[in-house]
């Protein structure tokens, strides 16, 4: 007894006297502690895999001297005989802000910052690889405490703020020392984000392609800068180039950017260790191909409210699925071999922790494993593996003592040590009342349960016919329980109040709701459950919850399995070739490893599977030539100039409008940047292949593309007179924007071309290959004026324009698009929707196509795109074009302006197999696309397409039902929130 007094006051002595040695000391005699500290007869588990039963942990100076059952302990050991108890490291998270203040705001102007704020740093104030945590850090003791009370020991630290952040600092949060102890590496890593700084409003980036690109930059530009030929310095290059030898920390946020990020860091034989977002088992195998270390979040979403059946149908499948499937995400990528740590990073609170990985754990998460990732996984990530993580010699005094399996829902937490720092959570003489008990007071009988923590218990109490409100609360050895009378007409109570000294049976005075005290009593009730019983529940216990698969992509109409290529024979259709034979009858056409094998008639089938199209239509795929679906950003509007971004880098696979175009025909299409600046981003050319990773959908060897625009959007006419400040604001003023970036492409190619060092700049790098007409521009316009000087100032430079997009009068100059070599994409019938297109026509298409200008119709709209052979359908309407030539201006005219026409576009042998099966002409309002075909497989089937409505249905009925019993069990639900996909057009800022 005298030693465990003893223990803390020898312990802070050490701490206070020995951490720094050399310390003058003038408030007392200086003086060392050399006692050791032993706990034995404990299970102790020293690494998650390796445990020593009826083990000794020996520790001195914050250190682990030795671990074993045979372990000598020296005579001036102060002893902690923890028979029954378990060791086990204490956790470390890898991702944290602890103890950094968080950077203020900077005041908000109406007006936008297009350059940077600072001097001597990098030209992005986002940028800002110079700041260290150690600088911004202080010691917080009440999130210190919160962070120890949920098992933590280590915690590593970085300032929360820009997209390059910084060097962050590991902090031991032990407390009873000071910082020199505390800080166990000040320079622990560098962190990214996608997110940037709010201690500045410079605009770019805008967008997430601007992030990605902006990365790439940073890292050409510390290239060029470590090489010594910067002629300025730099702070921030000089900082990135120093932190390069650090663990390099990315927020990613989600699956997708996981994906995206790691990309970049391919590119600069960099590999982040990437915080995901939770949905990493969606795309599993693209995860595990990044080969990278995770840390992953589990702040599992909470059940929605379905009670009202009205706004339950405002909840997506995805969001139900969501709340049923994330739980499984540690186990999933534990089962693929993903290394990963757990983090408490987006929880609300430390305490929330332990019941989300006890969560993940009752959905099949192994215990062991669980411990890896936050043990023996976070110190290797940080480099820390011979001194974090484990609990042998030499390593750091950082363990757990508990009553038990430390992810046990029973087991309790009595200290948290921490370099040797004992920490408090539960008294280990504390007495566990948790159980159901009879309680009988004053005659009448109630049902008491304690549950919660042995230190901070629940109560329920309950007669025979009703629940009573109430509240337990325990102060050092004793308890007192509150709760209502039995008549709900009155506000009365009833208070009891004992002595804890036995966990069976006790009792204490009860205070009547009239005053009167009196003795009540309270039997604890006994299990009689028989060994069978036991075992039953056992196995319930182990059984973990329903869980629905995953689809391709997972959200509606997703594939169970991802569809395959077919050998297919489609048998006496009308087959619209698009090429010199014109429209076939009664024809045959054979698909065989995703190209178009044979046309012909009485073709034999093999092998083939055989559809008839008896009656039917057989078209190539329709290509919309401007598109803003299957993104996750369309406008990068920071800079006048943004050809460094690329929309290649933001495509989102799962986007709903790549399965409704599919169901319209739709096969390809160009996504476009917008229209927020005369230079905008770099395009991306896709299949829809519904399912599969954004990086399977862009076209291999695919043209290159960049987006240019003119007009309204550009100098920003419609932006708002608090926004027009950035160069150019006259449509004179973007003639002089393309004419000094061409030259100072030229200028740039030129020094490339020389063999002399030069510093390597994306957005010169783009425009240079337009220049060199390796790059084709795709130039959003509207007023023949400005479409007349864009041709002139692209021949002065000796290169064309490939496509004008919207030109709506281009019926106005359509001789001399024919003369310069460019193509037309406008729309059907648009007209009057802002002043610039006051003049444009429904015979626009038709007049273009007659004086040679390659024509095609475009969409610009996700729900336009859908029926653009109807949009087709027009020009015969308006204009008296054949069925043919109509139908061209969605399949083969786009496909010669993105010239891809080599693959798509036409039903020639050959050729890729993107092709439709129409139930109808399909320039017909009836025409329906029975099956949509790309490579050969089939992305879109309306039999199939009934049979998942059928399946979705009773799958959110069951997930509903689901949701409903959470309720009723007691976890927290919230309300619903109806969700509004994010529509992109040409004027869209992200």
Same mark, same amino acid.
């Not at 622990?188 to 930059?217: C, F, W």
């Not at 959905?363 to 890896?372: P, Q, S, V």
């Not at 006496?572 to 010199?580: D, F, G, M, Q, R």
């Not at 509903?960 to 007691?970: E, H, I, S, V, Y």
């Given at each position: 007894?005298?030693?465990?007094?003893?223990?803390?006051?020898?312990?802070?002595?050490?701490?206070?006297?020995?951490?720094?040695?050399?310390?003058?000391?003038?408030?007392?005699?200086?003086?060392?502690?050399?006692?050791?500290?032993?706990?034995?007869?404990?299970?102790?588990?020293?690494?998650?895999?390796?445990?020593?039963?009826?083990?000794?942990?020996?520790?001195?100076?914050?250190?682990?001297?030795?671990?074993?059952?045979?372990?000598?302990?020296?005579?001036?050991?102060?002893?902690?005989?923890?028979?029954?108890?378990?060791?086990?490291?204490?956790?470390?998270?890898?991702?944290?802000?602890?103890?950094?203040?968080?950077?203020?705001?900077?005041?908000?102007?109406?007006?936008?910052?297009?350059?940077?704020?600072?001097?001597?740093?990098?030209?992005?104030?986002?940028?800002?690889?110079?700041?260290?945590?150690?600088?911004?850090?202080?010691?917080?003791?009440?999130?210190?405490?919160?962070?120890?009370?949920?098992?933590?020991?280590?915690?590593?630290?970085?300032?929360?703020?820009?997209?390059?952040?910084?060097?962050?600092?590991?902090?031991?949060?032990?407390?009873?020392?000071?910082?020199?102890?505390?800080?166990?590496?000040?320079?622990?890593?560098?962190?990214?984000?996608?997110?940037?700084?709010?201690?500045?409003?410079?605009?770019?980036?805008?967008?997430?392609?601007?992030?990605?690109?902006?990365?790439?930059?940073?890292?050409?530009?510390?290239?060029?800068?470590?090489?010594?030929?910067?002629?300025?310095?730099?702070?921030?290059?000089?900082?990135?180039?120093?932190?390069?030898?650090?663990?390099?920390?990315?927020?990613?946020?989600?699956?997708?950017?996981?994906?995206?990020?790691?990309?970049?860091?391919?590119?600069?034989?960099?590999?982040?260790?990437?915080?995901?977002?939770?949905?990493?088992?969606?795309?599993?195998?693209?995860?595990?191909?990044?080969?990278?270390?995770?840390?992953?979040?589990?702040?599992?979403?909470?059940?929605?409210?379905?009670?009202?059946?009205?706004?339950?149908?405002?909840?997506?499948?995805?969001?139900?699925?969501?709340?049923?499937?994330?739980?499984?995400?540690?186990?999933?990528?534990?089962?693929?071999?993903?290394?990963?740590?757990?983090?408490?990073?987006?929880?609300?609170?430390?305490?929330?922790?332990?019941?989300?990985?006890?969560?993940?754990?009752?959905?099949?998460?192994?215990?062991?494993?669980?411990?890896?990732?936050?043990?023996?996984?976070?110190?290797?990530?940080?480099?820390?593996?011979?001194?974090?993580?484990?609990?042998?010699?030499?390593?750091?005094?950082?363990?757990?003592?508990?009553?038990?399996?430390?992810?046990?829902?029973?087991?309790?937490?009595?200290?948290?040590?921490?370099?040797?720092?004992?920490?408090?959570?539960?008294?280990?003489?504390?007495?566990?009342?948790?159980?159901?008990?009879?309680?009988?007071?004053?005659?009448?009988?109630?049902?008491?349960?304690?549950?919660?923590?042995?230190?901070?218990?629940?109560?329920?109490?309950?007669?025979?016919?009703?629940?009573?409100?109430?509240?337990?609360?325990?102060?050092?050895?004793?308890?007192?329980?509150?709760?209502?009378?039995?008549?709900?007409?009155?506000?009365?109570?009833?208070?009891?109040?004992?002595?804890?000294?036995?966990?069976?049976?006790?009792?204490?005075?009860?205070?009547?709701?009239?005053?009167?005290?009196?003795?009540?009593?309270?039997?604890?009730?006994?299990?009689?459950?028989?060994?069978?019983?036991?075992?039953?529940?056992?196995?319930?216990?182990?059984?973990?919850?329903?869980?629905?698969?995953?689809?391709?992509?997972?959200?509606?109409?997703?594939?169970?399995?991802?569809?395959?290529?077919?050998?297919?024979?489609?048998?006496?259709?009308?087959?619209?070739?698009?090429?010199?034979?014109?429209?076939?009858?009664?024809?045959?056409?054979?698909?065989?490893?995703?190209?178009?094998?044979?046309?012909?008639?009485?073709?034999?089938?093999?092998?083939?599977?055989?559809?008839?199209?008896?009656?039917?239509?057989?078209?190539?795929?329709?290509?919309?030539?401007?598109?803003?679906?299957?993104?996750?950003?369309?406008?990068?509007?920071?800079?006048?100039?943004?050809?460094?971004?690329?929309?290649?880098?933001?495509?989102?696979?799962?986007?709903?409008?790549?399965?409704?175009?599919?169901?319209?025909?739709?096969?390809?299409?160009?996504?476009?940047?917008?229209?927020?600046?005369?230079?905008?981003?770099?395009?991306?050319?896709?299949?829809?292949?519904?399912?599969?990773?954004?990086?399977?959908?862009?076209?291999?060897?695919?043209?290159?593309?960049?987006? $240019?625009?003119?007009?309204?959007?550009?100098?920003?006419?419609?932006?708002?007179?608090?926004?027009?400040?950035?160069?150019?604001?006259?449509?004179?003023?973007?003639?002089?924007? $393309?004419?000094?970036?061409?030259?100072?492409?030229?200028?740039?190619?030129?020094?490339?071309?020389?063999?002399?060092?030069?510093?390597?700049?994306?957005?010169?790098?783009?425009?240079?290959?337009?220049?060199?007409?390796?790059?084709?521009?795709?130039?959003?316009?509207?007023?023949?004026?400005?479409?007349?000087?864009?041709?002139?100032?692209?021949?002065? $430079?000796?290169?064309?324009?490939?496509?004008?997009?919207?030109?709506?009068?281009?019926?106005?100059?359509?001789?001399?698009?024919?003369?310069?070599?460019?193509?037309?994409?406008?729309?059907?019938?648009?007209?009057?929707?802002?002043?610039?297109?006051?003049?444009?026509?429904?015979?626009?298409?038709?007049?273009?196509?007659?004086?040679?200008?390659?024509?095609?119709?475009?969409?610009?709209?996700?729900?336009?795109?859908?029926?653009?052979?109807?949009?087709?359908?027009?020009?015969?309407?308006?204009?008296?074009?054949?069925?043919?030539?109509?139908?061209?201006?969605?399949?083969?005219?786009?496909?010669?302006?993105?010239?891809?026409?080599?693959?798509?576009?036409?039903?020639?042998?050959?050729?890729?197999?993107?092709?439709?099966?129409?139930?109808?002409?399909?320039?017909?309002?009836?025409?329906?696309?029975?099956?949509?075909?790309?490579?050969?497989?089939?992305?879109?089937?309306?039999?199939?397409?009934?049979?998942?409505?059928?399946?979705?249905?009773?799958?959110?009925?069951?997930?509903?039902?689901?949701?409903?019993?959470?309720?009723?069990?007691?976890?927290?639900?919230?309300?619903?929130?109806?969700?509004?996909?994010?529509?992109?057009?040409?004027?869209?800022?992200?």
């Amino acid at each position: 007894m005298i030693k465990k007094i003893l223990f803390p006051v020898l312990v802070l002595c050490f701490y206070f006297v020995s951490a720094q040695d050399y310390v003058p000391k003038n408030d007392g005699v200086k003086a060392e502690n050399t006692n050791y500290v032993a706990f034995t007869n404990a299970t102790i588990h020293t690494t998650p895999s390796e445990v020593i039963n009826n083990g000794t942990l020996l520790i001195k100076d914050g250190k682990v001297v030795s671990s074993g059952t045979n372990i000598s302990i020296p005579k001036n050991a102060v002893v902690h005989d923890l028979s029954g108890k378990h060791i086990y490291p204490s956790f470390i998270d890898v991702y944290s802000d602890f103890g950094v203040k968080k950077p203020q705001r900077s005041e908000r102007s109406n007006a936008p910052q297009y350059d940077a704020s600072r001097e001597g740093y990098y030209w992005n104030d986002h940028i800002r690889p110079e700041q260290n945590a150690i600088e911004h850090y202080n010691f917080d003791s009440k999130a210190a405490k919160d962070l120890r009370e949920a098992g933590f020991g280590v915690v590593n630290t970085h300032i929360a703020d820009g997209i390059i952040r910084g060097s962050g600092s590991l902090i031991a949060l032990a407390p009873n020392t000071n910082d020199a102890e505390r800080i166990l590496d000040d320079r622990s890593g560098q962190y990214y984000s996608t997110r940037k700084s709010v201690t500045s409003n410079q605009a770019y980036p805008t967008s997430l392609m601007g992030t990605i690109a902006l990365l790439k930059q940073v890292n050409y530009d510390a290239d060029w800068y470590g090489k010594g030929l910067s002629k300025v310095t730099d702070r921030s290059l000089e900082a990135f180039n120093n932190n390069k030898s650090l663990v390099q920390f990315i927020e990613a946020g989600n699956k997708m950017n996981a994906l995206r990020f790691d990309k970049v860091g391919d590119e600069f034989n960099t590999q982040y260790v990437i915080i995901g977002g939770g949905d990493e088992y969606e795309m599993i195998n693209n995860i595990k191909a990044t080969n990278a270390t995770f840390v992953i979040p589990i702040n599992f979403p909470d059940a929605y409210d379905m009670e009202d059946p009205f706004l339950a149908q405002a909840v997506g499948l995805s969001e139900l699925r969501e709340w049923n499937q994330r739980p499984t995400n540690p186990k999933v990528l534990n089962e693929n071999g993903v290394t990963f740590a757990l983090t408490l990073h987006d929880l609300k609170a430390p305490k929330e922790f332990k019941e989300k990985l006890q969560k993940a754990i009752e959905y099949g998460f192994d215990e062991i494993a669980a411990l890896e990732s936050l043990t023996t996984i976070p110190a290797k990530t940080l480099g820390k593996e011979a001194s974090l993580g484990q609990l042998k010699a030499g390593y750091y005094a950082n363990f757990l003592i508990t009553s038990g399996d430390i992810f046990d829902k029973e087991t309790t937490l009595y200290e948290n040590w921490v370099i040797g720092d004992r920490h408090e959570i539960t008294p280990m003489n504390a007495v566990d009342l948790r159980g159901d008990y009879d309680v009988n007071v004053a005659g009448q009988k109630y049902q008491v349960s304690i549950s919660g923590d042995v230190n901070k218990p629940k109560s329920k109490v309950k007669t025979d016919s009703q629940e009573l409100g109430s509240s337990i609360s325990m102060t050092d050895d004793w308890m007192t329980l509150i709760f209502s009378s039995i008549d709900t007409t009155k506000q009365d109570f009833v208070r009891l109040t004992f002595k804890i000294k036995s966990t069976e049976n006790f009792n204490g005075v009860a205070i009547l709701p009239n005053g009167n005290e009196t003795t009540f009593y309270a039997t604890k009730k006994v299990n009689e459950d028989t060994s069978e019983d036991k075992k039953s529940d056992a196995k319930k216990e182990k059984d973990h919850p329903k869980v629905f698969p995953v689809t391709y992509p997972n959200e509606a109409y997703g594939f169970s399995e991802k569809p395959k290529q077919e050998t297919i024979l489609f048998k006496n259709a009308t087959v619209w070739t698009n090429e010199s034979e014109g429209i076939l009858e009664q024809t045959d056409i054979l698909i065989k490893d995703g190209k178009i094998a044979k046309i012909g008639q009485n073709l034999s089938a093999g092998n083939a599977k055989v559809i008839d199209a008896t009656g039917k239509h057989v078209t190539s795929g329709i290509i919309d030539e401007h598109s803003h679906i299957a993104t996750a950003a369309v406008n990068e509007a920071g800079h006048n100039s943004t050809a460094e971004v690329s929309i290649e880098d933001v495509v989102d696979s799962e986007d709903i409008n790549i399965y409704r175009n599919l169901a319209g025909g739709v096969t390809s299409i160009q996504i476009l940047h917008g229209s927020a600046n005369p230079i905008g981003g770099r395009s991306a050319i896709i299949k829809l292949k519904w399912g599969e990773s954004p990086d399977n959908l862009i076209y291999n060897n695919s043209p290159k593309f960049i987006k $240019f625009a003119l007009g309204e959007n550009v100098k920003q006419s419609n932006w708002g007179d608090n926004v027009r400040s950035r160069f150019p604001q006259t449509r004179m003023g973007v003639e002089q924007m $393309f004419t000094d970036y061409f030259t100072r492409a030229k200028a740039y190619d030129a020094a490339k071309k020389s063999g002399k060092p030069y510093r390597k700049d994306l957005e010169m790098e783009v425009i240079s290959e337009i220049l060199n007409k390796e790059r084709f521009v795709s130039c959003h316009s509207y007023v023949q004026s400005e479409i007349n000087m864009l041709m002139k100032v692209a021949e002065r $430079f000796d290169f064309n324009i490939n496509t004008f997009t919207h030109i709506l009068e281009g019926y106005k100059v359509a001789d001399k698009m024919k003369e310069h070599g460019v193509g037309g994409s406008t729309f059907s019938d648009w007209w009057a929707y802002k002043f610039e297109v006051n003049d444009a026509i429904p015979q626009n298409a038709a007049i273009m196509h007659n004086q040679g200008v390659i024509t095609a119709i475009n969409s610009d709209d996700r729900e336009m795109s859908r029926r653009l052979n109807q949009e087709a359908a027009k020009s015969i309407k308006y204009c008296g074009i054949s069925e043919e030539e109509a139908w061209k201006f969605v399949t083969l005219n786009p496909a010669k302006l993105l010239h891809i026409d080599n693959r798509v576009g036409s039903l020639k042998v050959g050729k890729d197999a993107d092709i439709v099966l129409w139930s109808d002409n399909p320039l017909s309002i009836y025409a329906k696309a029975e099956k949509t075909l790309i490579d050969g497989t089939v992305y879109f089937d309306m039999e199939r397409d009934e049979q998942m409505r059928a399946s979705m249905k009773r799958e959110k009925n069951e997930l509903t039902t689901m949701m409903l019993q959470a309720k009723n069990k007691g976890l927290k639900t919230k309300p619903i929130e109806k969700k509004i996909d994010k529509e992109f057009h040409c004027e869209t800022i992200n």
